[in-house]
């Protein structure tokens, strides 16, 4: 068997950035294992093909159960590849507004407020031409706003100013709200996943072992220990040590999986699918929620052009009433809507969602899909503020900066008002593939993991991915699961 100092549980977003950064120390050595391919899929890295990646081969193809708040099942893609989500995702780059980090301070997370992070996001991204005291200057991720602008997202940014937007100078920097051109990571005219950015530049350093279509069954503890994991490679069973510490970045859905199959977890559960039970960990696969996305469909009276990004260039962050504390609501133009002929979307999702639901095992098996039940529109308060975001969407997609090319709204279309709006939103909304929360960090019984991720009662164990947000951030979640790994990599060296 070999022994490691650190194995990286699933190479996806956060695990490239934490095995790219423990790696650079040449005296460690470090194994990453990843279930999906060590090579990346030809569309990839062609942006406006990004929605034709799932469902494909890079995904795990997750379902929701029946969701009691919509009377829908939903797909949730998840990357299964090199990457993960990163190389399969829709390449916006973009922080939280400030107000969602120092939530976690609040809600028990202390030092993970925004300010706490910053160093974390700036260590991660180059943002030429934007403040530098904010933005990155010097890391692997180069982001940007679209090189070649859509025309349409073009006319939407008009559209949200004439409707009394404020004009965001930089959408994706944490620090304003309002309508701006978002960085994306595309490089060249080319996906540039977190895979691309930290994890093949440095892939054959002799100390980086980097094990693919291999599928992690459990970690292993000894005397509350974690001493190692198991995994299956090409159908031979594999058991690596390690000596140091191991940490779980299998995604929001795949960690908690991971934990509930290696008998960390709630008791109860674990014994009604047969599982020993090694720490009586409660909010293991808990606080599963995502945000619920749902748009206004409008036809073009014109041809719209593919584009050569990746349909969303131009996001908003808004607030619901003039009153709320903090940005709630983020709409975008997806231009054009992919698979349609000469449609667009304004699409609006609600930031803060209160819907919350879990990540449960059917059985003891590690190749059995879990149930995932996210909790939709769950809370009847997501639901209304999906109403709001129609009501907003519908102000933009009438201004006149977009007459040229409006024909008619199609979807929920003119005759939508009263209650039908509600059934319009149960039955469209679906989700924005931000899946987070199911580890999260805290100090209260239900937390999963401390300030520092260290899983509670067992040592040497840490996780740093999406699951341990305590709540999600309003924006797309790729550049904070990347600050995450940044920061679980820095603690992991000190
Ligand atoms: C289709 C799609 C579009 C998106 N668009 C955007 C966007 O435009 N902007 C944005 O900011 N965010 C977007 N996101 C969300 C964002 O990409 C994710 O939040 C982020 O990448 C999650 O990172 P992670 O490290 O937590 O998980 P992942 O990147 O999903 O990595 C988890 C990895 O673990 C592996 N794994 C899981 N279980 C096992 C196991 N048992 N054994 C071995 N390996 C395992 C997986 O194969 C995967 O590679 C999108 C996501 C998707 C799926």
């Known amino acids: 068997m070999s022994t490691y100092d650190y194995i990286v549980v699933g190479g996806g977003t956060a695990g490239c950035v934490i095995s790219a950064r423990l790696s650079s120390n040449p005296d460690s050595r470090v194994l990453l294992v990843e279930a999906g391919a060590r090579h990346p899929l030809p569309e990839m890295a062609t942006p406006p093909a990004w929605i034709t990646l799932r469902g494909g081969s890079a995904d795990w193809n997750s379902v929701t159960v029946e969701q009691s708040g919509t009377g829908t099942v939903l797909q949730i893609p998840r990357g299964r590849a090199v990457g993960g989500s990163s190389s399969i995702n829709g390449m916006v780059f973009a922080r939280g507004h400030r107000s969602s980090y120092d939530a976690w301070t609040a809600s028990g997370a202390p030092g993970w407020g925004f300010d706490d992070l910053l160093p974390f996001f700036r260590r991660s991204e180059s943002a030429a031409g934007r403040a530098a005291d904010v933005r990155g200057v010097d890391g692997p991720m180069v982001v940007a706003p679209a090189e070649q602008p859509h025309p349409l997202a073009a006319a939407g940014l008009e559209a949200a100013l004439e409707a009394g937007h404020l004009k965001a100078t930089d959408i994706s920097g944490g620090l304003e709200q309002g309508f701006g051109w978002t960085d994306l990571n595309i490089v060249g005219g080319a996906r540039q996943s977190v895979a691309d950015a930290y994890l093949r530049p440095v892939a054959d350093r002799p100390n980086l072992d980097v094990v693919t ?256 947000m305590p709540s999600i951030p309003s924006a797309n979640t790729l550049a904070t699961v990347v600050a995450i790994a940044e920061r679980a990599a820095s603690l992991m060296q000190d």
């Open 213 to 468: 279509d291999a599928l992690v069954h459990r970690i292993r503890v000894d005397n509350g220990t974690c001493v190692g994991v198991d995994y299956t490679d090409d159908g031979r069973q594999v058991s690596a040590a390690c000596s140091g510490e191991v940490v779980l970045t299998a995604g929001a859905i795949g960690t908690a999986q991971l934990l509930l199959l290696s008998g960390i977890g709630p008791q109860a559960h674990l014994q009604s699918v047969g599982i020993a039970v090694v720490v009586d960990l409660p909010g293991v696969g808990e606080n599963l929620h995502d945000h619920p996305l749902s748009g206004v469909v409008y036809s073009a009276g014109r041809p719209v052009p593919v584009g050569v990004n990746n349909h969303i260039e131009v996001l908003g962050l808004m607030r619901s009433a003039a009153d709320v504390d903090a940005p709630d609501l983020q709409a975008f133009f997806v231009t054009p809507l992919p698979g349609v002929d000469d449609q667009y979307m304004i699409a609006f999702s609600a930031m803060a969602p209160r819907s919350r639901g879990s990540v449960r095992l059917v059985s003891a098996r590690p190749d059995a899909a879990p149930l995932l039940d996210p909790n939709y529109l769950g809370d009847s308060a997501d639901l209304e503020m999906m109403v709001t975001g129609l009501r907003l969407a519908r102000e933009i997609g009438n201004q006149s900066a977009l007459v040229s090319w409006r024909d008619a709204e199609v979807a929920p279309g003119p005759d939508a008002d009263g209650s039908s709006p509600r059934d319009y939103l149960r039955a469209t909304t679906h989700s924005y593939y931000h899946p987070v929360g199911t580890c999260r960090i805290g100090s209260d019984e239900m937390s999963v993991v401390d300030t520092d991720l260290r899983v509670r009662g067992i040592s040497r164990l840490r996780v740093a991915d999406a699951s341990v």
